[in-house]
């Protein structure tokens, strides 16, 4: 009975197999035909035309047109494999930060040349491998989807600031890096192919011996160890593999984003494959991999938009649209729905920590706008020129014109920095709040990249826009963001898992738009690549003034929502039973989140880590019910950035760092910290 079954399956799996090669012959004959059909012309011929023929049929067009097949059929592997693994049909290499890891390699291969060449694969599997790992200790390897996607957003938007802090040191690089971040197919040549395609050959002759042990694993650790397998060994070997996989992908055609993800969960989808083993799902995945690159870099030469949209942008479109649906129907997670709560992670407290949080509110609230007062004195203080309290006072009087210059420049941007860290913070509250996890903020729901990508148009569209203008453009990326992430959640009752992929989904999208704009710009690249990080350079009285109505407006509006995230913070069938509407309050509370952290990216560009952080700060000083942790939370922030843009003014004088730059590489590794402290203790408390 057992084959009778199995017969049916693999004929299936045959069929499924048959067409998609038969997609990726037929569009690699569109493709190579005019190119064939003018090297058999032009050979007849000989002369300058049967080179051009050749060049362009085996230099360019054949190239090409394998590396889309390998670098769409290796990141498919990748992700099986890693969903595999994980049992988390989230997982990829995107999603597992491999590469934003790459990136950090590419650069180091930008900048020390000698590292280039045949070490580029070696040299992005390293720093692929290595963010794995990462990722891997912050999420445990049986991560639910909820806790993955929170780990690895934290590992990406960590090595992106590492990225930004390099090209702001190295800006002849910008361009190229940048335009590899977006994606790019175009292989000059056939030698880095074949060079990556050598490094290929170590992990398919690896990939047999590791599919076999990864078969048990569907069926749960318990019974893989009574089949005879070494789990943590086959899962050690797997992920290097995988990464082995990615980096080879990466280095011929850059991060192309969804594909490792999307291919194998649109094979779940069918119903052939989705019980197939993996020894059939593996190979399949890659079929899918390399005909959805294949078709959509066609798609691209087809319609004449090679020179303006590069590869991954295009599937970054065409992938979008693919995993919204999957994560509107449910398909993206397959039964994960009923385990994506997360205990709320418990942050380690010193004993100075805890001594200040056993003080009454009043006098820490008090320590804390003396602490601001005090980093606003000393902020404005330090520099190239340091201005004592005599400079100052003489400055006020109006009898020192250089000192009040000095302060008119430093003061703002530290107003500036304490007002818009102050609505981050917020903001990640209220989000928190909503998602319910301790690790959700504006960066993992995707609003900041949204606010950041159309104040970004704003600002190549109009230099020297207003800051009124760039408000305008910030809410309504923020607010599109949030709009369209409300609406396809609808269905989910705003699930925190689903609205959580979504936000990932879109900001991951609005990043690679980015990317690609700067690629498209000819001048002060450097500028929009600092300003996509964030900071405070050039803030002057006009974004004070700005922000200013937004603090003030949010005062009485997150002392009225208090009482009633206090009362959803029971749950949702005890919140409701208490009255509370909670589809009015989910979509109302997001709202506010958005306006308010739109309004900080607008004066201070995409800082991240603030509105993640400064919740855990007030959390660790004994905040509890939201009416206290909300405005501590919000004092927490302001200082946190303020002091941040103290440093990056200072630190590397007369250079300048951007501040979030610095937020991120503070931020993320604390929060990794937290993930992992919070893995261990689950360790433990199993044993």
């Not at 937004?550 to 009482?563: G, H, N, R, T």
């Amino acid at each position: 009975m057992l084959s009778s079954r199995q017969a049916p399956m693999k004929s299936r799996v045959a069929v499924i197999a048959a067409a998609l090669i038969v997609l990726i012959i037929v569009t690699a004959a569109m493709r190579l035909a005019p190119g064939v059909q003018f090297w058999l012309a032009a050979s007849a011929q000989g002369g300058d035309a049967a080179t051009l023929s050749r060049i362009l049929l085996f230099d360019l067009s054949m190239p090409r047109v394998a590396a889309a097949l390998v670098a769409g059929a290796c990141l498919a592997v990748a992700g099986t494999l890693f969903q595999a693994i994980t049992r988390n049909p989230l997982a990829s290499p995107d999603l597992l930060g491999i590469t934003g890891g790459a990136q950090l390699g590419l650069l180091a291969a930008m900048i020390v040349p000698v590292l280039a060449g045949v070490a580029s694969v070696p040299l992005l599997f390293g720093c692929g491998l290595a963010a794995a790992l990462c990722v891997v200790a912050a999420a445990g390897w049986r991560a639910t989807p909820l806790r993955l996607v929170l780990a690895g957003s934290v590992c990406m938007l960590l090595f992106s600031a590492i990225s930004t802090l390099v090209l702001a040191f190295f800006e002849q690089s910008i361009a190229g890096a940048a335009l590899w971040a977006s994606g790019s197919l175009y292989q000059p040549g056939a030698s880095g192919l074949k060079t990556a395609m050598g490094w290929l050959l170590l992990p398919l002759l690896v990939l047999p011996f590791v599919i076999r042990p990864l078969n048990p694993l569907v069926l749960g650790d318990d019974a893989a160890t009574a089949a005879g397998v070494r789990i943590d060994a086959a899962r050690g070997v797997a992920m290097v593999v995988a990464v082995g996989f990615a980096s080879v992908a990466v280095s011929i055609a850059g991060p192309l984003s969804y594909v490792g993800l999307i291919a194998p969960n649109l094979l779940r989808q069918i119903r052939g494959a989705k019980s197939s083993k993996l020894g059939a799902l593996v190979p399949l995945s890659a079929l899918v991999g390399g005909a959805l690159v294949l078709v959509t870099d066609s798609a691209v030469l087809v319609l004449d938009l090679d020179a303006t949209l590069s590869t991954g942008v295009a599937i970054a479109l065409v992938g979008t649209p693919l995993m919204l649906a999957m994560i509107r129907s449910g398909a993206a997670w397959a039964g994960a729905m009923g385990k994506e709560q997360e205990p709320p992670a418990s942050a380690a407290r010193t004993r100075g920590m805890l001594a200040l949080a056993a003080q009454p509110w009043p006098v820490i609230a008090g320590g804390l706008l003396l602490a601001s007062a005090a980093l606003l004195f000393v902020g404005a203080s330090l520099g190239a020129r340091m201005i004592d309290p005599a400079s100052w006072l003489a400055a006020l009087d109006g009898r020192d014109e250089v000192t009040r210059m000095l302060l008119d420049l430093r003061v703002p941007r530290l107003l500036c920095a304490l007002l818009a860290g102050g609505l981050l913070a917020a903001s990640g509250v209220l989000m928190q709040s909503i998602v319910r996890n301790p690790l959700a903020g504006p960066e993992v729901l995707g609003v900041t990249q949204g606010a950041g990508l159309a104040t970004f148009i704003a600002l190549i569209l109009w230099p020297f826009a207003a800051h009124s203008t760039l408000a305008v453009a910030a809410l309504v990326g923020g607010g599109a963001t949030l709009m369209l992430t409300l609406l396809l959640n609808r269905r989910h009752r705003y699930a925190p898992l689903a609205v959580a992929l979504t936000g990932l989904v879109l900001g991951t999208l609005w990043t690679t738009l980015s990317q690609w704009l700067i690629t498209q710009q000819s001048v002060q690249p450097a500028r929009f690549v600092v300003w996509l990080v964030g900071g405070t350079y050039g803030r002057s009285w006009g974004e004070v003034m700005t922000l200013l109505p937004w603090c003030l407006l949010a005062l009485p509006v997150l002392a009225f929502l208090a009482k009633p995230l206090d009362l959803l913070a029971l749950g949702d069938e005890q919140a409701a039973s208490l009255g509370l509407p909670i589809a009015v309050l989910r979509p109302l509370v997001l709202t506010v989140a958005t306006l308010a952290a739109c309004a900080a990216v607008a004066a201070v560009g995409p800082v991240s880590f603030i509105g993640l952080m400064a919740p855990h700060l007030a959390a660790m000083l004994g905040a509890r019910s939201h009416r206290t942790r909300l405005w501590l939370a919000a004092v927490c922030g302001a200082l946190l950035l303020a002091l941040a843009d103290v440093a990056a003014r200072t630190l590397l004088a007369p250079r300048e760092i951007p501040a979030g730059v610095l937020t991120a590489m503070i931020g993320a590794p604390y929060l990794l910290a937290l993930l992992i402290m919070q893995v261990q203790r689950e360790k433990r408390g199993g044993r």
